[in-house]
């Protein structure tokens, strides 16, 4: 359920590959120097697939597609359904229903993580991750600001992250599937990333938090 009752996905690997001057410096002209933050450990009662498998993302309604417009609109704020957003803070409850009454499901543990609204009643938003479950959050507790995830249906194996919006540009570093990123722009193909402290591009299908073909900070 959402990556189990306590989602700890701040503590995401992100290895890093840095290029090497030196051709005889490992594989490619490549030098790993990989950090694992402490709290790895994948949350109890997570649904990911059994190491060595790999699934597909979850369906997501597509909200922006080219110029495309989305077809419905939020009956509180007027902004667009289905739209991307990040937690706000390190702890967000999610209830089963819109009001502090209900019981709550689970809790995320890791601000900035990318979800998705879908519903709006009120205060509440109807939110859902990236294995898509849902719930209701308070609104304050989430943000415009733009974040994704890098490709988590891929589990084992990284997605490049490259110094150009092109598929034979120099690697600047690997991502760790589940990896999250700030966005600082999408084309529609391709989204510029800051994660770990480097910056570069990876492919637009690569990442959950941003939809095929919308264009970000453009």
């Known amino acids: 359920m ?12 992100f290895a890093l ?16 120097a990989e950090t694992v933050p402490a709290g790895d450990a994948p949350a109890t009662g997570s649904t990911a697939a059994p190491q060595g498998t790999e699934t597909t993302p979850p369906p997501t309604p597509v909200a922006v ?14 902004l667009p359904l289905p739209r991307f957003v990040s937690l706000k803070a390190e702890r967000v409850n999610v209830r089963r229903g819109p009001s502090s009454d209900h019981q709550i499901s689970w809790v995320f543990t890791k601000k900035g993580l990318p979800v998705e609204i879908v519903a709006e ?41 490259r110094q150009a919006a092109e598929h034979n540009a120099p690697t600047v570093a690997l991502a760790r599937p589940g990896v999250i990123a700030d966005i600082d722009s999408c084309n529609g193909n391709w989204c510029e990333l800051t994660a770990g402290g480097y910056t570069g591009y990876v492919e637009q299908s690569m ?12």
């Open 2 to 13: 959402a990556l189990g009752c306590a989602l700890v996905l701040g503590a995401v690997a």
């Open 17 to 32: 590959l840095t290029q090497s001057e030196n051709p005889a410096d490992g594989a490619g002209g490549l030098q790993a």
């Open 65 to 78: 597609t080219g110029a495309a417009r989305n077809a419905r609109e939020g009956t509180e704020t007027r």
């Open 121 to 161: 009643f009120e205060q509440w938003r109807r939110i859902r991750d990236s294995e898509g479950s849902e719930g209701w959050v308070f609104h304050s507790m989430l943000t415009g600001k733009r974040t994704a995830m890098v490709a988590p249906w891929k589990k084992n194996r990284s997605v490049p992250l």
């Open 207 to 218: 990442l959950w938090g941003v939809y095929p073909g919308e264009q970000v900070g453009n």
